[in-house]
């Protein structure tokens, strides 16, 4: 059963333009939230988090929003860069099952010229 | 500073055969680590954590199975590989907290 759904399976923006990522969760023990950035045969990254007690948190260009009511968490790059095309993992951990993260199944991102 | 190892990065194996994947941590002490599976075209899967030596939880039932036998060793193991075990196997470590995911590299498995 899938506890974090990634409903969008690709985002296609153009350069400068605000990309928005969307994530729902189901499991309401989830306490913290996560977003991973992938790119083909490697390992993901850590993006950026965010806590429960917490509805924003920003680093540079990437915020990330969450509404616990909804159980919605959105990811915003803006500008958005070339460079930022990748897979884009949302995920959320608890903490009565070892901070394991339930990935989301990704956005993949392209951000064009 | 911490490191995660993973190997091997690539595998092809034959159906029935049997599988092991290693995964080290260096440079911590007690580190919470992670299995997960990414299948084409799927998102990443939760497949085993152990949060101490000899504590295995399986979040997913299949042929698969995990061992944690020093603090900093992760292993994945089957004994008959069917060809649905293909996919890109990730190891991750984490300390006692909800950030700090690192993954490894990740070892490309296809069963033929």
């Known amino acids: 059963d899938q506890q974090v759904k990634q409903n969008s399976p690709s985002l296609s923006v153009q350069e400068g333009r605000i990309s928005i990522l969307n994530c729902d969760y189901t499991?309401?023990?989830?306490?913290?939230f996560l977003w991973y950035k992938k790119y083909p045969a490697e390992g993901p990254t850590f993006l950026i988090s965010i806590s429960s007690i917490k509805d924003k948190n920003e680093d540079g260009r990437f915020t990330v929003f969450l509404n616990k009511s909804a159980k919605h968490l959105s990811l915003h790059i803006v500008p958005s860069q070339p460079g930022d095309s990748a897979v884009y993992f949302c995920?959320?951990?608890?903490?009565?099952?070892?901070?394991?993260?339930?990935f989301g199944k990704g956005t993949s991102l392209l951000v064009t010229p | 500073s911490q490191t995660i190892h993973q190997w091997p990065a690539t595998l092809v194996q034959p159906v029935g055969s049997p599988l092991s994947l290693e995964c080290t941590v260096e440079g911590t002490s007690n580190p919470n680590l992670y299995w997960y599976r990414q299948a084409a075209g799927r998102g990443l899967q939760l497949l085993f954590y152990?949060?101490?030596?000899?504590?295995i939880s399986s979040e997913v039932p299949q042929n698969l199975s995990a061992s944690r036998p020093q603090d900093r060793q992760f292993i994945l193991s089957s004994k008959k590989l069917l060809l649905s075990d293909s996919g890109f196997y990730l190891c991750a470590w984490s300390l006692q907290v909800p950030y700090g995911y690192t993954f490894g590299s990740g070892t490309r498995l296809t069963v033929v």
């Open positions: 152990s949060v101490g030596i000899g504590q």
């Open positions: 995920a959320a951990s608890a903490r009565n099952s070892g901070y394991a993260l339930n």
């Open positions: 499991n309401s023990m989830f306490d913290y």
